[in-house]
């Protein structure tokens, strides 16, 4: 295991430490949102939170969206006496921690290696972030790769840590109850529920599947696809709006409280990911934990978690994903797709072993 250059947590009864956690989370209007932006549960750094408060340590957390101005992290770090600072999305949190005098580390996005690293400014302002940076964790050895490969003088920071997630399903969520208000009218008995989550914005794709299951649906009625995330982009989310809503057998919900989207994704037949780019996707790591078979789209943060039939099944176009959605129908590959995907996950990815081993090299 490698061990983050940080300053060393203080023995139990010594001084503590008071770490900023700066997360920049996307925003919806419902509370306790799966993949929205619930501010007292952020979606990577929660259970790094309360490993830190646990030990004794007093954090700061704050949304990066918040904070207009290097100046106002100068304000906070003077009124709150924070001694050190960890941001997720090097460009977005990170460049907000730069030239304030306490040792910080960053965690990287999607966004960072998949789109901000594409613009001439924010890839040198990331490149100075780097410089500055005590170290940087990346969630995939593929994201490593890309890093080191784009700011080569980083190469000695940079480290490999698995995302953490945790999944609390809703014991009072009704299966029935979510198919009607869904528009779909059908017994659940029958039904081959396909779910697609993710926050609307162009770089997660949602409408690139929508053409391959209405073909499905109407040759096969009771195949459906939902698509369930909040609105991010509201120019977008209208289109995908009109869309789906002359799309057979493609239905959209707009958001869900978390425990009830836990509880629909282990009710559904299988989740399904066609983001264009991703980090390391939640929606797949919580289906694994809740033993759900994964459609995912064949990229390098998705194949970087999914094995093809063995911790999932990947397809690289959507006339290639219906025949393979149709495979997860035989109950062995579904079963070893499930199975597969669990182990993969406590291995690697226990939320609780993640916030340990940062608070353990703090």
Known sequence: MAVLPWPPLAPEGGNRQSPLLLAPVERDPAPHTSHGSNPQLPLVPGGWRDHLEAAGHVCILKDASDLESSSEIAKLIEAESLEAALALHLYRGGRLLQGHGIPFGIIFGGTDLNEDVNHGEKKKVMGKVLEEARFAVAFTESMKEMAQT???????KIYVQSQGI?????????WNTFLH????????????????????RQVKDPLYLVDAFSEWHRE????????????????????????????????????????????????????????????MSAAILEAM????????????????????????????????????ASQVTCETL??????????????NTCWFLEGRRISDHL
């Open 150 to 156: 784009q700011w080569p003088h980083a190469r000695g």
């Open 166 to 174: 945790v999944t609390g399903p809703n014991s009072a969520f009704n």
């Open 181 to 200: 208000q869904s528009g779909i009218n059908q017994s659940a008995d029958n039904l081959h529920i396909f779910l697609l989550v993710c926050g609307l």
């Open 220 to 279: 096969e009625p009771n195949v459906y696809m939902v698509i369930v995330g909040p609105e991010v982009d509201p120019v977008f989310t209208r289109e995908v709006g009109a869309r789906v809503k002359s799309a057979a057998g493609v239905r959209l919900i707009r958001e869900m409280p978390q425990g009830d989207l836990h509880a629909a994704l282990k009710n559904c037949f299988a989740v399904v990911n066609s983001s264009v780019s991703e980090g």
């Open 289 to 324: 934990d809740l033993e759900v078979p994964v459609l995912a789209r064949n990229i390098p943060g998705n194949a970087a978690v999914v094995k093809h039939e063995v911790t999932g099944l990947l397809f690289s176009d959507p006339q290639v994903a219906w025949p393979r």
């Open 334 to 347: 579904g079963c070893l797709a499930s199975k597969a995907g669990t182990a993969f996950y406590f291995y």
